[in-house]
C-alpha cells in the first residue's frame, strides 16, 4: 500500500518527527543523518543542530558556507516557496501564493464553514436583541417584563454551543489548512476530501489542546487578577488598580510568550501525528533560537489580517447601522438586519484571515524544519525523483 493510500495519510513516513534512537526513524543523539532520496518529509538530520553549511538556527543568516551551492538551487521552487531557508518576506508572499493555490480549500472551505458557524452565532445574537426589546426607542427605557428577560437568557444561552461549536469547526478548519499549504510547498492540491481523510484522525487531539489551552490561560489570568480585585473590593482602590496593572502587563507579557512557543502545536500534532504532549516539547524545540522572528512574523500578521477584516466588515457594518435607523418601528426585523450585516461581515474578514494566518503559521514551521533538519534538502531530492 502506498503513502497516500494508507488512512493515516502517510504520517508515519511523511513529517514525522525524528527520533531518538536507533529504533526510529530519527538517529542517534548527535549523530547526524544524510537526507535519504524518496523519502519527503520524514528524514530530517539531527533535531536542534544547524545543517552544516547552513544559517545559524535562530537568524534570517548566510545561506551557504564559502563555495557552497545555496540551499534549494538543486530545484527551482516548484510550490508556493523555494525549498531554502525563508526569508522575512516568503512567509508572506508563500501565504497569497498558498491561497492562490488551492482556493477551493482556502478560501472556498473557508467560506463554507465560517458562514455556516457565523449563522449559528448569529441565530441567538438576532434573538436576544428582539426579545429584550433593545432596539424599540420606546422601550428603551421601561423595565423589561419577565417575558423579555427569560427570552434574552434564553438566546444568551444558546450562545454559549453555538460558539463553542464554532471554536471547534475553526480548530479543525485550521489543521486542514494548515495540511494544504505543506502540500502545497511541494506543488500539490489536495481536495478537502483528501484533506478531510488525513487530518480527521487529528481533530479530537485539536479540539483537546484548544480545551486546554482556554482553561489554563483562564485559570492564569483568574489567578492572577485575584488579589487585586479583592483589594478593590476591600476599598483599597490605589492599591487594587496598581497591582491590578502590574498583574496585567505580566500576564500579558506571559499570554504572548506561551503564544509563540506553542505556536506550532497545532501544526505538530496534525502534520507529524503527535500527542499533545509531545507537540508541546516539539513546538518548543522548534521555536528554540527563533524566538524574537516568530514574534514578529506572527505580530505583522496579525495586524495585516486584523486591518484587512476591520476594512471588509466596515461597510458591513455602515448597513446595520442603517438598518437601525430606517426599521425603528420594527425592532425585531432591526435585530435580524443588525445581527446579519454584523455577522456577514465578520464572516468575511474570517474568510481571508483565518487561512492566511495558517498559512503563515505552516511557512514558520516549514522554515524552522529546513534550517534545523535540513528538510528541503530531503524534499529536494523527492521532487527530482518524481515521487512528491
Known sequence: MSVEDRPDGGGGTGWSAPEQGSGGWGPAPGAPVAPAAGTGWSTPATAGAPV???????????LTGPGQQPYGSVLTRRGIVALKPLGFGDFFDGAFRALRHNPRVMIGLSAVVLVLTNILVALPLAGMFAAGGLLDPAAASAEPSDTQLAAMGGSLLALVPAGFLQSVAIVVLTGILILSVTQS???RRLSAGELWRRARGRVWPLVGWSLLQSLVASLVVGLAL?????????????SGVV???VLGLAVTLAVIWAGVVLVFVPVVIVVERLGIVAAVRRSFRLVRGA?????????????LTGAVSQLLATPFAIVGGLGLALLQSNPTLAGVVYAASVSLGSTVGMVLSVPFLAAVVALLYVDRRIRLEGLDVSLARTLEDGRA
Open 52 to 62: 552544516p553549511g547552513g544559517p545559524a538556527a535562530g537568524g534570517w543568516g548566510q
Open 291 to 303: 524566538f524574537w522572528k516568530t514574534l514578529l512574523v506572527l505580530f505583522l500578521t496579525l495586524v
Open 243 to 245: 497591582l491590578l496593572v
Open 185 to 187: 510547498v511541494v506543488d
Open 226 to 238: 485575584a488579589p487585586g480585585v479583592v483589594l478593590l473590593v476591600l476599598e483599597e482602590l490605589v
